[in-house]
Structure formats: C-alpha cells, structure tokens
T-cell receptor, first 115, second 112 residues
Framework: DTGVSQNPRHKITKRGQNVTFRCDPI?????LYWYRQTLGQGPEFLTY????????KSRLLSDRFSAERPKGSFSTLEIQRTEQGDSAMYLCASSLVAGFTGELFFGEGSRLTVL | DQQVKQNSPSLSVQEGRISILNCDYTNSMFDYFLWYKKYPAEGPTFLISISSIKDKNEDGRFTVFLNKSAKHLSLHIVPSQPGDSAVYFCAARYGGNTPLVFGKGTRLSVIA
C-alpha cells in the first residue's frame, strides 16, 4: 500500500501527558500537511511542510504543539501536556508541489482521546 | 470566521435520483474549489475540483458548478447510488502555497 500512513490509529491518554503521532506520506510527495477534525467540523489546518521546511502554522497550533519533518520524509506531531480540548482526529495529508491544484491525499487519521 | 460554508448538515436522497450538495464561500480570492468524500474511519478522499475560471466541471456521475457572482458552488451526483452515502466536504484555496480551507461537511444518505 503506497498511500499515506498514520500511526497510531487510536490513542487514549490522561490529561497532562505527552503524545506523538507519526505520518508517512506518499513517497514522491514533497508537501505534508497536518489537519485536525473534531465532531461536526471539517478538517482544520494546523501546519504544513515542503520537504523539511515548515512553511506555515495555524494559530490553532499552540506552543504545546510541535511538528517536525526532519529528513523531508515522515513527519511527527507532538502534543505536550495534553488537555481534554485536544481530543480530535489528527489527519495527515500529502501532495506534490508541481502542478498542484489543491488535491491532497489523506491518511486514515489518528484519533486522540484525552481523559 | 467560516470562509467556506456548508449550511446543510445532512441530505437524504432516494437511489437513482439527483443529489445536490451546496457550498458558499466568502473569500473572492479563492482560485480552486474541491469536493472531498469521507467514509467513517477513513480519511477524506478527493472527488472533483474546479478552477475559478470555469463554471462547470464534470466527471462521470459528478458535476460541480461554480457561480462566482453568488460565491456559490454545488456538487451534483446523478444518479445517486447507496455507495455515495458519506460526508462531503467542500474545500477551497487561494494560490498554490496556501492550505485548503474546508467547510463543515454535509452527510449524504442515499436510500435504496
């Protein structure tokens, strides 16, 4: 399967703990995006990378959130000192830059539940 | 501020009939509009797109119409099939370096 892969698929944690999600994009895609989706909402943009450079961050990405893409391949999204409001589906997507018309390829998501 | 709005949370249609999903936007700088479909426990998948310089794009049973003066687009599915039952998201972007902005989605149920 050469699609976007996200791990873990589900994570339950206690408030105050740190969690990390991993995303492996489609191999030839140089752009990687993180979105968050809560119940009844559409995906909300968090941040994106072009190769290893983080080009844009949403104001939703508080200082407890950090994302990296160290070698321009996989990416991690870490949430420190989790809060109940962080409970959501975290979606990763990738795309090519050349000829980009907006189509993103999404993974299945990582669902976070903060107790 | 919701730049992309899908005002109908749900829609129910009989199999074989036309499904029409609507989307309104506020940002006149948007240059590409896309529709994504999402099944439960899966990520959204791209369905169809339209450039702001066009007013219609068709792909099989799916057609997207864009009315720039009204800042409105719609997705037509005809004929609707039970497998089309999913949540449909409207999305838009302004320029190749900006992330997609999504609406809240419309849940389509196609009844056999």
């Amino acid at each position: 399967d050469t699609g976007v892969s996200q791990n873990p698929r589900h994570k339950i944690t206690k408030r105050g703990q740190n969690v990390t999600f991993r995303c492996d994009p489609i191999s030839e895609h140089n752009r990687l995006y993180w979105y968050r989706q809560t119940l009844g909402q559409g995906p909300e943009f968090l941040t994106y990378f072009q190769n290893e450079a983080q080009l844009e961050k949403s104001r939703l990405l508080s200082d407890r959130f950090s994302a990296e893409r160290p070698k321009g391949s996989f990416s991690t999204l870490e949430i420190q000192r989790t809060e109940q409001g962080d409970s959501a589906m975290y979606l990763c997507a990738s795309s090519l830059v050349a000829g980009f018309t907006g189509e993103l390829f999404f993974g299945e998501g990582s669902r976070l539940t903060v107790l | 501020d919701q730049q992309v709005k899908q005002n109908s949370p749900s829609l129910s249609v009989q199999e074989g009939r036309i499904s029409i999903l609507n989307c309104d936007y506020t940002n006149s700088m948007f240059d590409y509009f896309l529709w994504y479909k999402k099944y439960p426990a899966e990520g959204p998948t791209f369905l169809i797109s339209i450039s702001s310089i066009k007013d219609k794009n068709e792909d099989g049973r799916f057609t997207v119409f864009l009315n720039k003066s009204a800042k409105h687009l719609s997705l037509h599915i005809v004929p609707s099939q039970p497998g089309d039952s999913a949540v449909y998201f409207c999305a838009a972007r302004y320029g190749g370096n900006t992330p997609l902005v999504f609406g809240k989605g419309t849940r389509l149920s196609v009844i056999a």
